[in-house]
Antibody, heavy 121, light 107 residues
Framework: QVQLVQSGAEVKKPGASVRVSCKASGYSFTSYGISWVRQAPGQGLEWMGWISAYNGNTNYAQELQGRVTMTTDTSTSTAYMELRSLRSDDTAVYYC??????????????WGQGTLVTVSS | SYELTQPPSVSVSPGQTARITCSGDALPKQYAYWYQQKPGQAPVLVIYRDTERPSGIPERFSGSSSGATVTLTISGVQAEDEADYYCQSAVSTGPVVFGGGTKLTVL
């Protein structure tokens, strides 16, 4: 069965960086992309960006350009999201999600369990 | 960028039908998708391509589309359906947009 297993909770100080991992299993890793979606406490879902596991192409949300980097390691079927220059409003649960992207479709059919990132001095 | 608008809350009694709407100017041209999120859990895809139901999702969940509005319908609502529901749409080049979410309360 398809599974996405994320790394554990993180506590960071403002200005620091965080890297969250997402290990995929149960499907051909390079046949899908991986998106990252975050959810601040009590708030809705916010798309952060997408990476193709096939060729490494990325597409980041405009408001995070310059602070976020998404990568993949096909040898271990793992995706990574690094967010730099952390601020208090980056405190959120970060999800990875398997992404189906075609000319007509763009959706998330399997999700990781989420990783809480807390930014606090 | 564009927006997707959902009602903040919907309330129904068990066994009744819940309808959650999502409006956006791009919806006539793009598919919509629906996710269910229960407290402390990751979202789950319940409807894709406006009307399609993934395997494992109960038949009481259905989707429809009319112009700039898509609707998630839950027939015969059960207590376990109480959750937040999000619509989502996108073009193939992004960005991805989520609606603000609707809290479904089963009375």
């Amino acid at each position: 069965q398809v599974q996405l297993v994320q790394s554990g909770a993180e506590v960071k100080k403002p200005g620091a960086s965080v890297r969250v991992s997402c290990k995929a299993s149960g499907y051909s890793f390079t046949s899908y992309g991986i998106s990252w979606v975050r959810q601040a406490p009590g708030q809705g879902l916010e798309w952060m960006g997408w990476i193709s596991a096939y060729n490494g192409n990325t597409n980041y949300a405009q408001e995070l350009q310059g602070r976020v980097t998404m990568t993949t390691d096909t040898s271990t079927s793992t995706a990574y999201m690094e967010l730099r220059s952390l601020r208090s409003d980056d405190t959120a649960v970060y999800y990875c999600a398997r992404t189906a992207v075609t000319a007509a479709d763009y959706y998330f059919d399997y999700w990781g369990q989420g990783t809480l990132v807390t930014v606090s001095s | 960028s564009y927006e997707l608008t959902q009602p903040p809350s919907v309330s129904v009694s068990p066994g009744q039908t819940a309808r959650i709407t999502c409006s956006g100017d791009a919806l006539p041209k793009q598919y919509a998708y629906w996710y269910q999120q229960k407290p402390g859990q990751a979202p789950v895809l319940v409807i894709y391509r406006d009307t399609e139901r993934p395997s494992g999702i109960p038949e009481r969940f259905s989707g429809s589309s009319s112009g700039a509005t898509v609707t998630l319908t839950i027939s015969g609502v059960q207590a376990e359906d109480e959750a937040d529901y999000y619509c989502q749409s996108a073009v193939s080049t992004g960005p991805v947009v989520f609606g603000g979410g609707t809290k479904l309360t089963v009375l």
